[in-house]
């Protein structure tokens, strides 16, 4: 039995899919407020818990065997800083595993995380992935780029401001980035629940082109078959207005975090990966058309 945490969330939901249709046992373990409508048509099961619930865990992890811990934030509430759910939610949930009896621990973290990193974001996804290593259990970590596809927040925030700003703006647009196809995301996972060849690992995987913001921006203008002019905003023109927003907003537009992570490069070689896991790589445009489409359908 697979227990997924995140099963309702973006990647979480293109994950449960594909493991269902390959037969293969799967929970979810989901707070009250999900919604669970298409992991019942799936036919997976739920438990109600919460990673920062000891109990709850304990429940959620009988007959378990094999833990994919997808849950992690972006952008932080009073209730729910990178703290609390990527660090401590990570060892609650490890600790639980051991105690459990699991065998095998899969972690999505991110491109980025380290021990010095300057945001606080990419420093607690390295907390959460020491928890992880000093476990014990046999582990595979998954370091994505940003992530794209249906349900995907960044295309989903991007395409919303190029339909609907006269002028796009376009913050840190030098800065690059190389987006993988959630899909090809989820190759990479379920390989790893078979290939002992993976095993106790950290992958960075990525897609197969690095292209700056503002190429980034252009494509989902392409895409969309909108012209309009795009201005660039320097960064430090940014981090009054996003202090502000934090202060006013429980889910501001852009944070100082964010603007952190944007002054780095968010990109990675695939050599290991590729060697690893021989994916056919999505590229970006490919993947924006899947996201719109399937958006629509």
């Not at 707070?31 to 818990?49: D, M, Y």
């Not at 002019?229 to 940014?238: H, K, N, S």
């Not at 934090?246 to 852009?254: G, M, R, T």
Request: proline fraction near 4%; hydrophobic fraction near 40%; charged fraction near 25%.
């Amino acid at each position: 039995m697979i227990l997924v945490t995140g099963g309702t969330g973006f990647v979480g939901s293109h994950l449960v899919k594909r493991l269902a249709s390959e037969n293969l046992k799967v929970k979810c373990i989901v707070r009250r407020t999900s919604n669970i409508e298409r992991l019942k048509q799936l036919g997976i099961e739920t438990v109600i818990g919460d990673i920062n619930d000891r109990k709850s865990l304990e429940m959620a992890l009988e007959g378990v065997d094999r833990v994919i811990h997808l849950i992690g934030i972006i952008v932080e509430r009073k209730s729910a800083s990178f703290e609390i759910i990527h660090t401590q939610g990570t060892r609650n949930l490890v600790e639980a595993c051991r105690e459990a009896g699991v065998r095998q621990f899969i972690y999505i973290s991110a491109i980025g995380a380290r021990e010095n990193a300057r945001s606080r974001y990419h420093k607690t996804k390295w907390e959460a992935e020491q928890e992880v290593i000093n476990s014990g259990i046999e582990y595979v970590i998954f370091r994505p780029s940003i992530m794209v596809g249906k349900g995907g927040e960044f295309i989903t925030m991007l395409s919303k401001i190029v339909r609907d700003a006269p002028v796009v703006p376009v913050i840190g647009g030098d800065s690059r980035v190389q987006p993988i196809y959630v899909g090809n995301t989820v190759d990479c996972i379920t390989k790893s629940l078979t290939d002992p060849e993976i095993t106790n690992r950290i992958f960075e995987i990525c897609g197969p082109q690095q292209i700056t913001y503002r190429e980034v921006f252009h494509t989902i203008m392409e895409v969309l078959g909108i012209k309009k002019p795009a201005v660039d905003i320097p960064i430090i023109l940014m981090w009054l207005p996003a202090y502000f927003l934090e202060k006013i907003l429980d889910k501001p537009p852009i944070t100082t975090q964010q603007l952190i992570m944007l002054q780095e490069d968010n990109i990675c070689d695939i050599t290991e990966m590729q060697d690893a896991f021989n994916l056919e790589l999505v590229n970006f445009r490919e993947a924006v058309v899947y996201a719109l489409m399937e958006e629509n359908t």
